[in-house]
């Protein structure tokens, strides 16, 4: 038989052997890899050009109809998409494909930087190059002969090698081929002609399945994922909470007698990802639900539904419960390397704006006080542009404008495409933020939002930074708008291994405007401050417990009709909402989050009594 080491003998003494040795020393684990590699290639052929983490899978978050709330932010590091920067850049942005460069032939082994004569290989590798030409380096001059070789990169070798091979024969110059390699090559064929065939056996069917994936992909530039979402949501504690209600344009209180029942509900996300380059990507995505939180019930009216005590997935996904809607529809792609630029006619801002690792609704604090700032702007989504900067690897400036354009909306109330108002009338809000990074585990955002909403009547639809229903009765003028100005602070520290630190702060002045002038100034602030529990239990899990005041309204309460306790036999006094949340990955696809919330002074009102609000969301991913 021949022997193992007369092999290697052989591989060392002739260089065109050397692809053939590997060969040998890598077809006993060759089975088991290809089948590997086929499972690989069945998960990826419909994968866009460009990579995908798997936490892409996950879709971005959605908002209610309502206003009070700003949803779940998102990433930051749009200008870098290959960067994680944190918990929620691997969820939203495909970073470009990091193939190798193209291989370049070389005409002498001198010509690779880093190879020395040294080197084990040096004769053989120079015989190959020299002798056979069938030797290709990158195109900085390297041969990287220490790295792992890829199976098709192996292949592409040894094709080249044989082709050479076969070409110097065809052209009558086989004595350029000595015996002694032929033979050894003979030799190899024999001893290995069994594992050889299995090989190909294995290889023939890899390619034929790769062919069949190939024809059967979903799309060469698109990747679908979604997340779904089972919600199970009690209350307790609601009886005799009182709120503040409209009645024919006038304020009223009602008092609840009873608690909410449980409810059972769903949501669903699917979103496209597609991209024709590599580094942009076109953003289209559906989404359908039925949730009614029953914390809704105890609220009082005006713009404050989905707000305190709600679980942000138990929602419906737009205006009717049950029908598949457009979420977002936005295209983003780079301006040179440090500029990135997102259009489009439904842009989801939080995508963008007021980030946080430990907020991230799919993982993080899980309700829509708690996700992300309650005084953000009064645009969820909206049709315009963000422009994301970056400068250097510590600091992003971003800037946006958008128009309303919301899937919680009827048509006519999206002003973005009604002409009589357009992009520039109706709701829309400017956006700008500066992100600073001094670390990894440290990262602070300073936003200012500046939001304007043309308004008619007495008792216009708030924006979002007012929380509350404006009373504009008696005052002179016909209304015109109501402009707020917001500021925000937000952070989040990772300790050490296992504990960090997260909070936001925001204030809001918002003005009243008609035809006589201004009629006042209602200022508002939110205060949020949370410890988390990265992998607590187990890797991938998350536990947090969140402090926060949504929405305090420190002055002109007069100016409110409902949302600051102004209806007579009501004391005003600030709610503030207790939450912990604990998020179980029980696989990589499904996972398994508790949440309790409790609040205190619902309402704003003085004397009503602490309700606790129950949820568990069963997540699954795909």
Known sequence: MFKISTLWNICLALPVTVLACLVAGNVARAGSSLEDSSR?????????????????LAMTPTESSRSTVASQPLTTSATDPGRVTNAIDSYYYMAPVDTDPAMLQVTSVTQLSDVMPTDWA???????VERYGCIVGYPDGTFRGNRPLSRYEFAAGLNACMDKISELIAQGTADLVSKSDLEAIRKLQEEFAAELATLKGRVDALEARTATLEAQQFSTTTKLSGLAFFNVTGVSGGTNVRSEQLVSGAPAIFTATENPNVTFSNLAWLTLLTSFSGKDQLITQLAVGNGFSPANLLISGGNFFNTWGVPFTDQTAGVDPGLFILRELSYAFPVGDSL???????????RYFDDNRYTFILNGVGSFNGSGSTLFNGVD???GAVAILKLGDAVEVKAGYFGQSTEFLPAFLNSAADPAKGVFGGLNTAIAELDFYPSKDLSLRFTYARTNQTVSGL????????????????????????SSDTLLANFDWKLFSGLGLFGRYGIAFSNLNTTAGNVGQITTQSIQFGVAFPDLFKKGALGTISFLIPYDVTSGRNLLAAGAASTPGLSYSTQYELEANYHFPVTDNISLTPNLIVVFNPNNISGNPTVFVYNLRTQFRF
């Open 40 to 56: 690989s290639i069945g998960s990826t052929s419909s994968a866009i050009q460009a990579t995908v983490p798997a936490s892409t």
């Open 381 to 383: 989504r909206g049709a």
């Open 340 to 350: 990135r630029v997102v259009v489009g006619p439904r842009v989801n801002i939080y």
């Open 459 to 482: 008792y216009p639809t708030a924006t979002e930074p007012v929380t509350g229903i404006f009373n504009f009765a008696g005052r002179p003028g016909t209304s015109t708008n109501v």
């Open 122 to 128: 040096y004769q053989s590798l120079q015989s190959l």
